[in-house]
């Protein structure tokens, strides 16, 4: 059964760093193109950055462009969003999802998801 299981959330301060992890099992995940995505209340659930099997082809928001970046270790089976210069308007739950078929521009644009993560918070606060 396809797993996904996001941690690192938590209080950061504007200005500061923060990284989110999403551990995969149940599927092997080198097969997999990977999202974060992020939701905050009263919103709708919008594409972070996504990343293709590889690694070698990512997709960013442009709210986020040249401050986050994506990574995935597939021996560990492991992906990662490190966020920089984190600001007020990144507070959200953060949530990766998983899908076989898509491209990494369909899935942060489209959400063309096939699994999802439970979530993790982020707090931006001084």
């Known amino acids: 059964q396809l797993q996904l299981v996001e941690s690192g959330g938590g209080l950061v301060q504007p200005g500061g760093s923060l990284r989110l992890s999403c551990a995969a099992s149940?599927?092997?995940?080198?097969?997999?193109?990977i999202g974060w995505f992020r939701q905050v209340p009263g919103k709708e659930r919008e594409g972070v950055s996504c990343?293709?099997?590889?690694?070698?082809?990512?997709h960013f928001a442009d709210s986020v462009r040249d401050r986050f970046t994506i990574s995935r270790d597939n021996a560990k089976n492991m992906v990662y969003l490190q966020m920089n210069n984190v600001q007020p308007e990144d507070a959200a739950i953060y949530y990766c999802?998983?899908?076989?078929?898509?491209?990494?521009?369909?899935?942060?644009?489209?959400?063309?998801?096939?699994?999802w993560g439970q979530g993790t918070q982020v707090t931006v606060s001084s």
């Open positions: 999802a998983a899908d076989a078929w898509t491209s990494v521009r369909s899935m942060c644009n489209f959400l063309v998801v096939s699994a």
């Open positions: 990343i293709d099997q590889s690694g070698s082809s990512t």
């Open positions: 149940g599927f092997t995940l080198a097969n997999y193109v």
